[in-house]
Every structure is written in structure tokens, then in C-alpha cells.
């Protein structure tokens, strides 16, 4: 029985680098690629998020204060902190 698709969302921020990349990389592997604007409050139903690293220029246009300050980086770390938190009974 083959395992169902998984859906992966793949952050995009204003300067990034190599997020087609990544939509790309995940279609070759049959995942579900789902480009996620930077600026999205919500993130859709996704088994995972990839925040693709590496600015064009360096950080001279401040790519990095961007991302880390973004609407769709608080709430893949909300995601990630629901994922981890203990269960209780």
C-alpha cells in the first residue's frame, strides 16, 4: 500500500533564494508543493513547512529582519510548538 501524498508548504519571503527550488525538489520526490506567501496569517493543512535559507545580496535589504518577523514564520513556529507539545490525559 503506498503512503498517501504528503503536503508541504514552502515559505516564499521578499529576496529569498531557492524556494522554486524547493517547490520544485518536493514535486520530484511526489510530495504536495504548497507556495505559502510570506505574509499569510494562517498556514493551509500541511504535514510540513520548509523555510528555505539564503538571501539574495546578503541581508543588505534586510530579508532576514523580514522573515523572522513575518506573519507565516510566527505561525510555522506555532505549528512546530503544537506538534511538539506533550499530550494530556
Known sequence: MASPQPRVGVVTYPGSQDDRDALWALAAVDAEAVPVWH???????????????????????????????????TAAVAGENRAIAPQRR
Do not use: M, N
Request: aromatic content about 12%.
Open 39 to 73: 505574509e499569510e496569517t494562517e498556514l493551509p493543512d500541511l504535514d510540513a513547512v520548509v523555510l528555505p535559507g539564503g538571501f539574495s545580496y546578503g541581508d543588505y535589504l534586510r530579508c532576514g529582519a523580514i522573515a523572522r518577523f513575518s506573519p507565516a514564520t
